[in-house]
């Protein structure tokens, strides 16, 4: 079963436009982690927020994590049409983190 | 790139059939995980593998099993084969307590 859930589960934007992706989970969580997939193929690691943080920052990325709502955010800004792509939140099945829970994923795309 | 390869990138079997998939870790890696991503859906986490023992399981039924050998490569088999085992199957490595994935590009494989 997925742990997290994202919405919307399709977003089509204008390049330059902000794109703001929501993850829901349903356990309590050591950590919360957002990957990026291109066509169907591998994953790749964007940002990892903690527990005990509340929002994280990496380049154009900004995540937000609400443990009272059990909700996660992830926010691209200035998007470029190289942002098309999917995007995971995961959450940790184990204390070490990397027996991951996925949601179902956003299909982002953005439109030159 | 990760340095995680996969082997193959495509595969077409015959349902009641047997498939081998191989993963190569990332250098100095030493757990390997396992999951599988059906068209449109997330990843889900089948198992992982650490100093040769599985470390974890998935709902996944026993006709899916793994492998690691010593240098940390590893394979996933999958015995009596269904059409609904059709997905991209990707591979996964780490270090012990690590929180980051570093994933394959992938086997896509087809069951018909």
């Given at each position: 079963s997925q742990q997290g859930e994202e919405d919307p589960q399709?977003?089509?934007?204008?390049?330059g436009e902000n794109a703001t992706m929501n993850c829901s989970y349903k356990?309590?969580?050591?950590n919360l982690q957002w990957y990026r997939q291109n066509s169907g193929r591998g994953l790749v690691h964007l940002i990892l927020i903690r527990s005990n943080e509340r929002e994280k920052h990496s380049g154009r990325l900004r995540v937000t994590l609400d443990t009272s709502k059990k909700s996660s955010s992830l926010l691209i800004t200035a998007s470029r049409a190289a942002d098309t792509?999917?995007?995971?939140c995961a959450t940790a099945r184990n204390n070490a983190g990397n027996m991951l829970t996925f949601g179902g994923g956003t299909r982002l795309m953005v439109k030159p | 790139e990760t340095g995680v390869?996969?082997?193959?990138?495509?595969?077409?079997?015959?349902?009641?059939?047997?498939?081998?998939?191989?993963?190569?870790?990332?250098?100095?890696?030493?757990?390997?995980?396992?999951y599988?991503?059906?068209?449109?859906?997330?990843?889900?986490?089948i198992f992982q593998y650490y100093r040769e023992e599985e470390n974890g399981r998935g709902n996944f039924p026993p006709r899916?099993?793994?492998?690691?050998?010593p240098n940390y490569s590893s394979e996933l088999n999958?015995?009596?084969?269904?059409?609904?085992d059709s997905a991209l199957y990707?591979?996964?490595?780490?270090?012990?307590?690590?929180?980051?994935?570093?994933?394959?590009?992938?086997?896509?494989?087809?069951?018909?």
């Open positions: 399709a977003l089509s934007i204008q390049e356990t309590s969580i050591n792509a999917s995007y995971f | 390869t996969q082997s193959p990138t495509h595969l077409i079997k015959t349902r009641g059939q047997q498939v081998t998939l191989r993963c190569s870790s990332q250098s100095g890696h030493n757990t390997v995980s396992w599988q991503q059906a068209l449109g859906q997330g990843p889900q986490f899916f099993s793994g492998l690691q050998f999958v015995n009596a084969l269904e059409l609904d990707l591979c996964a490595s780490s270090l012990k307590g690590s929180t980051e994935a570093f994933f394959g590009q992938g086997t896509r494989l087809t069951v018909v």
